[in-house]
């Protein structure tokens, strides 16, 4: 059966097809199969005028070294093939990938301080360490928070940024980007796409200058490596790379090796857990003891709920579901926002952004649909309110 996924294409190749080549077309002809691991952190030059010339050009423009690497807080060539294949994915021009999610949203807000632009838009929710780096100010900016139609007034000669995720972690609420995109006017509009991954969503297609993800969940695909990335446009991305250079967020190769195998997985994945998802959902739904459940419109593996018992003992009575924070891992996670993920974002903020105390976020994996749900039946049996107390209560 065509699924949109598959002729979801980008400049010639369908999107699973790139999932797979894209970082490694120079490989066959090398006579290699699997990429090479490069860890030097130098590289040797006997002509160090040529190397002056090549550090000038990086300085200019922060475009790519041509010629063989200098140093490995300038560029690694197995990172490098990560974020060729991931910039494709995305259909933009390049990608620049960081230590962490973190990392990465750390570099674009003093990209755009180191040009005096230091205030940022953002709609809430955002996973909620990115909340805090805005609202806390820990890099200098300054935040205003607004909902998507309030986006346009609340730009100001130094907006340098306006930074919306979709699906939003934890509510999986969701966006209209091109909307967004079109109320920005020419500030660049950062979409976290952590949670759709570019086979559901690619919001440069949308209009979104920056594609940041946290490549710690569905790109590496394992719950073994942690990065971030962004994907933009080529001018972006030098000012992204310059940035890198001097603060040295860098993404280590071997963690570069592991995405870009995790890559080449993803359009499976996502489809598959998405499918168990969207099941689970439906059955959650439907079921008295859940208040309420979240899933977005686009699909997704990610599914919230609310539930009329005791959400802790929900997470206390999983046996399979692992109870963890991070998700996009080939097993099904579940944690409770308001006490981990969104912990450090003010309560009455946390709540006024919709994430209730009573949510519980599930990352489904690649297990079975019906011992998924077995898992959760028994969890969500254990969570309720005892008949006898719940009549003393009254
Ligand atoms: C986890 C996450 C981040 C932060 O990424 P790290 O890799 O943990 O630094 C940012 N955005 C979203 C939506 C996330 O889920």
């Known amino acids: 059966m065509e699924t949109p996924v598959d002729t979801h294409r980008t400049a010639t190749r369908a999107l699973a097809t790139e999932a797979v ?4 077309d120079d490989l066959a002809r090398q006579g290699l199969h699997a990429p090479p691991i490069d860890l030097s952190t130098t590289y040797p030059s006997y002509d160090s005028r040529a190397e002056a010339a090549r550090i000038d050009a990086f300085a200019a423009t922060g475009a790519e070294l041509e010629g063989p690497p200098v140093y490995a807080r300038l560029g690694n060539p197995t990172v490098a093939r990560f974020e060729t294949a991931l910039a494709r994915l995305e259909g933009t021009e390049a990608a620049v990938a960081f230590a962490s999610g973190m990392a990465a949203l750390s570099a674009v807000l003093l990209a755009r301080a180191s040009m005096g632009l230091r205030h940022v838009v953002a709609v809430r929710p955002l996973y909620g360490c990115s909340d805090h780096l805005l609202t806390a100010g820990v890099l200098g900016s300054e935040v205003t928070w607004t909902d998507p139609a309030g986006i346009a007034d609340a730009l ?11 699906p939003a972690n934890p509510t999986l609420a969701e966006v209209d980007l091109r909307a967004v995109a079109h109320a920005c006017g020419s500030v660049p509009l950062l979409a976290d796409n952590t949670f759709a991954t570019p086979v559901l969503q690619r919001p440069a297609e949308q209009g979104a200058r920056l594609v940041l993800h946290s490549a710690t969940k569905y790109l590496g695909g394992h719950g073994d490596v942690m990065a971030g990335v962004v994907a ?6 030098g000012r992204l790379r ?8 860098v993404l280590h190769p071997l963690a570069g090796y592991l995405l ?3 890559l080449s997985t993803l359009p499976v994945r996502v489809r598959a857990a998405s499918a168990t998802a969207a099941e689970l959902a439906r059955r959650l739904a439907a079921d008295p003891r859940v208040a309420r459940v979240h899933y977005p419109r686009i699909g997704g593996a990610m599914v919230a709920f609310e539930t009329h018992g005791d959400p802790h003992a929900v997470i206390s009575g999983v046996r399979l579901i692992t109870p963890a924070v991070s998700l996009g891992s080939v097993d099904t996670l579940i944690q409770h926002p308001a006490s981990i993920s969104h912990r450090i974002v003010d309560a009455d903020d946390r709540r006024g952004a919709g994430v209730s105390d009573r949510l519980l976020r599930m990352s489904v994996g690649l297990e079975d649909v019906e011992d998924l749900w077995a898992d959760l039946d028994q969890a969500l049996a254990g969570a309720q309110v005892p008949a006898e107390a719940a009549s003393a209560a009254r």
């Open 21 to 24: 080549h894209a970082g490694r």
């Open 156 to 166: 100001r000669a130094d907006t340098g940024l306006v930074m919306v995720e979709s």
């Open 232 to 237: 933009c446009d080529e001018e972006f991305a």
């Open 242 to 249: 310059q940035v890198r250079f001097a603060t040295g967020g």
């Open 260 to 262: 870009l195998r995790g």
